[in-house]
């Protein structure tokens, strides 16, 4: 937007006349504008067609606006008074200055282990700030939201702080000076802390799973939560297997499999998977891990919350009381909105919250646009409303458009296939978003006031998403998924300023945006409006809904409907030319994909497959629910996979290891094609292709086809195609061979691996089929002839249905099964059968009943069941029923008459049974008589029917038993007639003498009415008639006797009454009496009338009405004259009564046309009144006024139409002020009439124009300022426009616009803007206007001298040479044309070539980075870095004598006269200040090179951390500003030292490499020659400050292999042996260095490590041998190790373990349990000693032989010892070279125990004396037990007894 309302710049888009675009858009903001198309009426027919068309200039921008052209009008449907909807509250302020919804108690026990394990302390209870607690989360995302501290404190933004943690509270500097001590306090450290943490995780997600390796984690602690760590010091957490199977699962899966990978959170203890989480971890995170649960408080979540329910009318109340709170009743730019909203979007104005009726689905509100289902409003037209009703613009049609991908969705998805209605206010907002599946989207504007739109494209999407995650990076670690909830906001000025292009629109009524897919946007509503929106997806979608559906799958999100099968349907379906490019893009990526993964699952070993149920309607997307992937939430469309262990759950094809934990050949995929019907559909759509991009189809995938799939096996490897063809030729055996069950199961079985594949499995395809419909028919026919011989035996189970059999023998039998031949023997049988039924069906009257029953028991004896034995069962049992019914019709007996449908249906079917029975005849001569009855009764029925004739017709059939209804109907007509006669009887007798005449009236109506409803004519009619009139006269003359009544309307009833012979009746004499005196009233009235008498005659005559009891035709006339006169008078009553010496105000002045009126209003009354004379005098003074008024105006008007193109005199002048005092006076009598004359403002309006053309002509006499010139201006654009021409105000306006112009150019600053020839010309006009303004005219000339001088400088400094153009010439000529020079090319080009010099030397400075920010900075830190590098080269001279020059390393300046210090080894001096020691710790100084070379270990940072503290510049970025410089204007000083610079740092360059090649081809053994050469080049360097990246990389090398070496060579001289892990440690380093394999170092290493490495193999052998090899050879192989020059220590340990005896019986240690003496530590076998549970204290029978039998009594069982107390850890035996007698007398050690499990525990057994004699005569050893941890030969029985402690 810009400032106001900007003017749109429009530029031609499409063809034809009506078509075009335009960049249109508002913005305070500086957001460039969208385009805006403009569809001709062609165009506009094919909505999907014209966005095709535009597409390729719209998409770069992300959206478009469409206006439609003018015939679109659509009506809106909805029904504004009855429509109701519900609305979201949503709160502006809080879009994006809202702090993260934190947990503060999950923060505060992160923030407490924080300050104990890195701080030693703990965290403090309450910090109080500002009398309140501080909540140091707020306070820490406060700062992470602004940069973290040091931007915090850099940019001053701790006021920003304080209003994100207390919004709306007021801001000291006190406050925010305590905020920052408070952070500096308490969480700058955990900040850095948070930081480091941080890039560990980023660094660790960059590597990826392969980086992430699955090493067995090693327990550190027994919990119920155990915190693992793996051996890359990786924390992993895992709990107890029994605890982990009842209650530790993934909260996402629903799984308690994987443990190794399950996350647990470090406050709730739950459980996820890392790849179940959204999005997904590639591995561990480092530190503590909280859930998303912990990390986010529910109460400051935030979301749009549901509002009330809404009217559209009350709604709108609100939205104006929005709109008045803000901008009061004032119109206001668009801009001013839309600044103010991103201020309240900014948090710095305050809370705002408003409505907003967003996502209203219209198949449950109602759409606004017309729809056939919708009723239809009477305002509409019908053509109108069914055009529009089909309309492809119609949002409810746009996604089942014929070219529309979306065409076959079966669901009616909201949003997506049914447009959501949106019903805005001022501010309510649609957040930044881009569509679900990356769909287009359309959103038209219904009505109201305007919508605005941001978008960004959607090339654009990484940049806007990383932009949005650094601006907001709290909210997104709080929220992952944030952009996918629809609720944040971010100003566009910030993502513009971050380089990210955002674009934007304005939407107002009648107008469609589309949006692109994958491109952001988001907007807000400028007032009360409604607009609808759907999704629709045309074919070039097709690569954007892949990259969608990617997206759900990565952020585990639950799709709106699945894209495999959408490609599915759509490639099915008929297509568009355009659509197969894309969709066969999309199909080959799905085909590859599916192909890939199935053929990965067959690698690792899932075999068993089978396809998915088809689907009931595969034509169409949705119309069944497929499986979800519990992992990703997918829909399973293609394929899955399960396992039945888990039976409900499901994965897809890439989480296939994350279902369970089972072996893979016991999981199952599930397909729903195969990849032959995958490619048969990408080659179906290929054929509507090209030639040529099918043909590179079919290449692609003939290429795939190619590699064979293959995998290992035990011994060796297999292809698919192998096991293909072995199956194949196996199975045509087994079809061969007599039917067998099993093989035929196995052999189908075992196909499911093949059935998925491609074209090549088209054999293994056909077989199978062939297997399963064998298999199907075999088992068929087994089952039948099981059924037939189960029912021939019990007969309690179904038959066996013919048609089966049929079914099964149609077609020849397909493999070997004997028992089909039995089952044809059964089918014959059944055939013949049913010959025989459908012989006795055809011909049933040559049969009898008892013929029919046995044939039916016949057929029901039958095994297997035919369908024509129904037929006979139903026909044998309608013969019965029938026979049944025909008796009990023709029963004499029967009491109730029989109906005649049934007498027809009776004889219906005896013609369709064919039956031959005497029932039959007896029937027949019925049917007969009631035809006849029937016939006679249809006559009568016809004509005029008399009673006497009916009376004699029901006598003749009195006594037929058959119910006729027309019979039945004349019997019902005859008693209505008797019934009526005797009503008319009873109502006539004593009619007259009645009083209730208003009852006899509808007495006899009744009658009048029933009598003409008989249909049996009766002679009593007309008689009812005659009394029925008579009757109603006397009601009306007993209304006219209480009533007023016409005169007219007594004269007619009394003439009726004559007329009906009553007039003599007493009620009709009483009125014939009133009416005579009524006549008398009606002459004096008219009398009154026609002599316009007083208005007292008339009031007189009103009063005498009410005495006569009638009405009288005058009386309506004489009311009406009165009440005329008496408002006339009431009217007339202001202009009568005024008095003129107060005159009122302007708004209460009388109308002059009220008055003529009333005064014509006068003449015309029937009434005489004296104010009509006094009337007409105020309208004669009226009149006279006017007519004075014209003539001033018409003065007035020649005054302004004289030319004055001669100039103006001073008579001239004074005509006009005598004008104006003539107005004046005019204008004050007008006003004291008190009248509203039509001339006062146009009196008033000339007056003012007559003053404006006085101050005018006063100016160049005293030259007013711009402000002046400009008001009045401003006030003749507000003239009326009749005055406006006039050539007295048109000249004078010419006059003040050339002043105006004139003015402006003469007080501005600058002339930058204007071109001389602008002001030349204005010279020019002054002489053409008709005021002279002197002094202006002399100001402007001076203006154009100056510029002309500048110019002239300008020229003389273009003719100089290169060398001769300084700098400062070029800034003294940009400063003098700023102020002097109007615009010009060479203003401009002065400009341009400063601001190039200016980029140049700033790009420099951001290279050099000069100390200070001084002026000649730059200058000077290129001088100092000039010679630098002239040091350094002469270093590189004095490379063979071996010295440096006399400079400090650190600061490259020279050492003379400043304190020194010497290294002690290489002799270089250095700068005591720049060492930073103090001379106590200078005695034995070495500096950082010869630390290295020394040590010979590169630190991890490369050489750049031996460069003496400081950055070292890139050459080749200085060669590139140094290319910059040739193209500057002017040569600078800092151009020459830059190219004196670049030049000795590449001669340094091309010595480095000398060096650095020289040492990496070096291999011999004497490693000081290259010493000296690095060391010399690395000070070199070091002083330089200058390298290039390459040089330094190659660099970096060599000192990486001399270190190696010189570490190398450490080895082979250390007076000690290294070990053998140490040796082949170093060579995994050197070969990740490249070392040439005829290097002296690698050579030697390798000849040690091959020594090692063999014998240590013999060792490993030896020690697991189980005591195999006898002792002495050990002892042998130990001494052989030890006399290796390298030193083998665990495999000499291992060996030494071996040689320990232990126990009476002698053996090395095996699994056997074991105890240890408490007195002389000896371990004995369980088993040797004869125990079976270990006692508290155990005394071996060589200590203390007569105490065994106490000890095993008082021993306690296991149980006893493992639950009763504390467990105390088993010890185990010292090795053999530990045996030595001890001094002392050993501690005593509890349960010294190891015990294997399957130890009985009640088992117990005595010593024989045979035992006790081995103990006395055994040796006695005395030795320390030691504890398990120090006997790694003893893990795997430990680990077996704690499982079994557990």
């Not at 050339?1298 to 001389?1316: A, F, G, P, T, Y």
């Not at 060492?1475 to 200078?1482: A, L």
């Not at 349990?1713 to 071996?1740: G, L, N, Q, R």
Request: charged letters at 25%.
């Amino acid at each position: 937007m810009g400032r106001g309302r900007t003017r749109k710049v429009e530029k031609v888009v499409s063809g034809g006349s009506g078509g075009g675009g335009e960049l249109s858009g508002c913005g305070s903001l500086n957001v460039p504008s969208g385009p805006v198309f403009y569809p001709s009426e062609e165009e506009f027919k094919d909505p999907l067609e014209y966005i095709y068309k535009i597409r390729p200039e719209a998409e770069p921008y992300g959206i478009c606006k469409i206006v439609p052209p003018k015939s679109w009008d659509p009506p809106f449907a909805l029904d504004m008074e009855k429509f109701t909807f519900p609305t979201k509250s949503q709160a502006i302020h809080q879009l994006q200055a809202r702090s993260a919804p934190c947990d503060s108690k999950t923060f505060r026990l992160e923030y407490g282990r924080f300050l104990e394990e890195h701080c030693g302390k703990k965290a403090k209870k309450r910090i109080v700030f500002e009398g309140d607690e501080l909540d140091l989360c707020k306070l820490f995302n406060g700062v992470k939201r602004f940069g973290g501290y040091d931007r915090v404190a850099k940019g001053k933004k701790w006021g920003e702080v304080y209003r994100f943690i207390r919004p709306g509270q007021k801001i000291s500097e006190c406050s925010k000076h305590v905020l920052s001590l408070l952070y500096l306090e308490h969480l700058l450290d955990y900040e850095e802390y948070y930081c480091q943490l941080n890039k560990e995780k980023r660094k660790g997600c960059k590597r990826g799973t392969s980086g992430w390796k699955r090493c067995e984690p090693v327990v550190e602690a027994t919990s119920v939560k155990r915190r693992r760590s793996n051996k890359e010091g990786e924390r992993v957490d895992v709990i107890k297997a029994e605890e982990a199977e009842l209650d530790q699962i993934c909260e996402q899966c629903r799984s308690g499999l994987h443990g190794d990978v399950m996350l647990l959170c470090d406050r709730c203890n739950k459980g996820w998977h890392i790849y179940c989480l959204s999005p997904p971890l590639k591995r561990i995170p480092p530190g503590n891990w909280y859930c998303q649960e912990c990390l986010n408080s529910e109460k400051d979540c935030f979301g749009f919350v549901p509002g009330k329910q809404f009217s559209l009318e009350a709604f709108k109340r609100v939205a104006d009381r929005v709109k008045k709170k803000w901008f009061g009743s004032t119109d206001t730019s668009w801009a001013q909105l839309e600044k103010k909203f991103w201020e309240i979007v900014e948090g710095s104005v305050g809370e705002v919250e408003v409505m907003y009726g967003n996502d209203l689905d219209t198949s449950i509100y109602g759409s606004g646009f017309p729809r056939q289902a919708d009723t239809k409003p009477q305002s509409v037209d019908g053509d109108v409303w069914d055009e529009h009703c089909t309309s492809p613009w119609n949002l409810n049609n746009l996604p089942r458009l014929q070219d529309s991908i979306l065409r076959t969705v079966h669901q009616n998805i909201a949003g997506v296939m049914v447009p959501w209605l949106y019903i805005g206010m001022l501010f309510s907002s649609f957040c930044w978003h881009f569509e679900d599946h990356c769909f287009y989207s359309m959103n038209y504007h219904h009505w109201g006031e305007p919508k605005c739109w941001y978008s960004v494209p959607g090339k654009d999407i990484h940049a806007f998403e990383k932009v949005m995650r650094s601006t907001l990076p709290d909210l997104f670690e709080a929220q992952p998924d944030l952009l996918f909830q629809l609720v944040t906001m971010l100003n566009p000025s910030v993502l513009q300023d971050k380089g990210v292009p955002v674009y934007s629109i304005i939407q107002e009524p009648g107008n469609f945006v589309i949006t692109f897919p994958r491109s952001y946007h988001g907007g807000f509503n400028f007032g009360l409006n409604c607009a609808e929106a759907v999704n629709f997806a045309p074919a070039d979608w097709l690569p954007h809904g892949g990259f969608g559906a990617e997206l759900y799958r990565y952020y585990h999100r639950v799709p709106v409907l699945s894209h495999e099968e959408l490609l599915c349907v759509v490639a099915k379906s008929d297509l568009e030319s355009r659509a197969s490019t894309y969709l066969k893009k999309e199909l080959l990526r799905m085909y590859s994909n599916e192909k890939t993964w199935r053929e990965r699952l067959w690698k690792n070993g899932i075999i068993k497959s089978s396809p998915m149920t088809p689907r009931v309607k595969p034509e169409y997307v949705g119309t069944e629910e497929d499986p979800m992937c519990v992992i990703c939430q997918q829909l399973l469309y293609l394929s899955a996979v399960s396992c039945n262990c888990r039976p409900s759950a499901y994965v897809c094809l890439e989480h296939w290891e994350h279902l369970c934990e089972c072996k893979p050949n016991k999981r199952r995929l599930l397909y729903r094609h195969t990849l032959a019907e995958l490619s048969g559909l990408l080659f179906s759509v290929g054929k509507s292709d090209s030639i040529e991009v099918a043909g590179d189809s079919q290449k692609d995938m003939c290429t795939a086809k190619v590699v064979a799939l293959t995998k290992k096996v035990k011994g060796g490897h297999v292809t698919h195609a192998k096991l293909a063809e072995e199956w194949v030729l196996k199975s045509c055996k087994i079809l061969e061979h007599p039917y067998s069950k099993g093989a035929y199961d196995s052999a189908i079985k075992e196909a499911e691996q093949f059935i998925w594949a491609g074209s090549e499995m088209d054999l293994v395809r056909e077989i199978n089929n062939n297997l399963i419909q064998a298999h199907k028919w075999a088992e068929d026919v087994i089952e039948c002839i099981c059924k037939v011989k189960i029912w021939s035996s019990h007969r309690n189970c179904d038959k066996v249905q013919m048609d089966h059999v049929n079914e099964i023998l149609r077609h020849p039998a397909p493999c070997n099964e004997p028992s089909h031949l039995q089952l044809k023997e059964y089918q014959e049988e059944a055939n013949t059968l049913i010959q025989d039924i459908n012989s006795v069906l055809t011909s049933c009257s040559e049969y009898s009943i008892s013929d029919m029953e046995f044939l039916y028991k016949r057929a029901v004896n039958s095994p297997i069941h035919v369908k024509e034995c129904d037929i006979l069962n139903l026909k044998l049992s309608a013969m019965k029923a029938w026979l049944d019914t025909v008796t009990i019709c023709l029963s004499q007996e029967s009491t109730s008459p029989v109906g005649v449908d049934v007498l027809y249906k009776l004889e219906t079917e005896m013609l369709e049974l064919k039956l031959q029975l005497p029932e039959a005849d007896m029937l027949s001569g019925l049917v007969g008589q009631v035809k006849l009855c029937l016939s006679q009764c249809n006559e009568m029925l016809k004509g005029k029917i008399c009673l006497k004739d009916v009376k004699l017709f029901l006598s003749q059939w009195e006594n037929l038993n058959v119910k006729i209804p027309e019979l039945e109907l004349l019997k019902k007509f005859y008693n209505d007639a008797i019934s009526w006669i005797s009503r008319v009887d009873l109502v006539l007798t004593n009619a007259h003498e009645r009083a209730d005449q208003d009852n006899v009236v509808a007495e006899l109506t009744t009658l009048q009415r029933d009598g003409g409803l008989l249909q049996i004519q009766v002679d009593e009619l007309p008689l009812v008639e005659v009394e029925l009139k008579k009757a109603q006269c006397r009601v009306e003359a007993l209304k006219v006797l209480n009533s007023l009544m016409s005169m007219d309307f007594i004269n007619e009833l009394i003439s009726e009454a004559a007329m009906l012979q009553i007039d003599k009746e007493k009620l009709f004499t009483d009125i014939s009496e009133r009416h005579s005196v009524a006549m008398g009233w009606e002459d004096k009235a008219k009398h009154v009338l026609a002599s316009r008498a007083p208005l007292s005659d008339f009031e007189d005559m009103l009063r005498t009405f009410d005495h006569i009891g009638m009405i009288p035709p005058s009386l309506l006339d004489v009311k009406n004259a009165v009440s005329t006169a008496k408002a006339w008078l009431v009217k007339a009553k202001p202009f009568l009564f005024q008095d003129t010496s107060d005159v009122p105000p302007p708004d209460f002045f009388l109308q002059v046309d009220t008055l003529k009126d009333l005064v014509l209003e006068s003449e015309n009354l029937k009434v005489y009144m004296k104010e009509c004379s006094q009337l007409e005098e105020v309208l004669k003074k009226a009149i006279g006024w006017e007519h004075n008024a014209s003539s001033i105006l018409q003065n007035a008007e020649h005054l302004y139409n004289i030319d004055v193109v001669e100039g103006i005199s001073d008579c001239f002048i004074f005509k006009i002020e005598q004008k104006v005092l003539s107005m004046d006076s005019a204008l004050r009598d007008g006003i004291s009439l008190g009248l509203k004359f039509n001339l006062i403002p146009k009196l008033e309006d000339a007056c003012s124009i007559t003053r404006w053309c006085i101050k005018a002509l006063s100016f160049p006499i005293n030259i007013p300022t711009q402000k002046e010139v400009e008001m009045m201006l401003e006030a003749s654009a507000n003239f009326p426009v009749m005055y406006k021409s006039c050539p007295l105000v048109t000249a004078l306006s010419e006059c003040l616009s050339w002043l105006m112009k004139s003015l402006d150019i003469l007080d501005s600053d600058s002339h930058e803007q204007v071109e001389v020839s602008f002001v030349e010309e204005l010279l020019v006009q002054s002489k053409k206007i008709c005021i002279s303004f002197p002094s202006v005219i002399c100001r402007l000339g001076d203006a154009i001298q100056n510029h002309k001088l500048w110019l002239e400088q300008v020229h003389h400094f273009s003719r100089l040479s290169l060398e001769e153009r300084s700098w400062n010439m070029l800034t003294q000529l940009k400063e003098c044309g700023s102020s002097k020079a109007f615009s010009c090319v060479e203003l401009e080009m002065i400009c341009l070539e400063v601001g190039k010099v200016i980029k140049w030397k700033q790009q420099c400075a951001d290279i050099i980075k000069p100390p200070s920010a001084e002026e000649n900075a730059l200058h000077s830190a290129l001088i100092t870095l000039k010679d630098n590098v002239e040091k350094s080269v002469a270093i590189y001279g004095n490379m063979e004598h071996g010295k440096s020059r006399h400079l400090c390393l650190f600061c490259s300046i020279s050492i003379e006269g400043r304190e020194t210090l010497t290294c002690s080894i290489c002799k270089d001096s250095f700068h005591l200040q720049c060492t930073e020691i103090s001379w106590e710790d200078s005695v034995a100084f070495v500096c950082p090179l010869c630390n290295f070379f020394n040590n010979f270990r590169l630190p991890h940072k490369g050489s750049n951390s031996l460069r003496a503290g400081k950055k070292h510049l890139d050459l080749d970025k200085l060669s590139a500003r140094l290319s910059d410089a040739s193209d500057l204007y002017i040569r600078t000083e800092e151009q020459g030292i830059l190219h004196q610079i670049v030049e000795k740092a590449y001669a340094c360059s091309v010595s480095l490499s000398e060096v650095v090649n020289f040492a990496l081809a070096y291999v011999g053994k004497d490693l000081d020659v290259v010493n000296r050469k690095l060391c010399l080049a690395l000070k070199a360097i070091n002083i330089s400050g200058i390298c290039d990246a390459e040089g330094c990389q190659k660099f970096d090398l060599a000192l990486d292999r001399h270190s190696w070496k010189a570490r190398a060579d450490k080895i082979l001289g250390s007076p000690g042996k290294p070990t053998l892990r140490r040796v082949r440690h170093h060579l995994k380093e050197g070969l990740a260095l490249n070392i040439p394999p005829e290097d002296y170092f690698r050579q030697k290493l390798t000849a040690l490590r091959d020594m090692g490495l063999r014998w240590a193999y013999t060792a490993k052998k030896v020690s697991v041998d189980g005591g195999v090899l006898g002792l002495d050879r050990v002892f042998e192989l130990i001494s052989e190790g030890e006399c290796l020059p390298v030193d083998c220590v665990e495999e000499l340990q291992l060996l030494r373990d071996r040689s320990m005896l232990y126990c009476i019986c002698r053996r090395p240690y095996d699994e056997r349990a074991m105890i240890a003496c408490d007195k002389c530590d000896e371990w004995y076998h369980f088993d040797c000693v004869k125990i079976t549970s270990a006692p508290k204290t155990y005394i071996c029978i060589a200590c203390s032989p007569h105490s065994t039998e106490d000890m095993r009594a008082s021993a306690p069982t296991t149980q006893d010892r493992f639950t009763g107390g504390k467990f105390e850890e088993p010890q185990t035996p010292s090795r053999r070279s530990e045996l030595k007698m001890s001094s002392q007398k050993p501690k005593c050690i509890s349960k010294k125990i190891i015990k294997p499990m399957g130890i009985s525990n009640d088992f117990p057994k005595k010593l024989s004396s045979n035992d006790k004699l081995l103990w006395r005569n055994r040796k006695r050893f005395r030795r320390v037990a030691r504890k398990r941890s120090d006997l790694q030969s003893l893990s795997p029985l430990l680990y077996v007894q704690n499982k079994g402690l557990m």
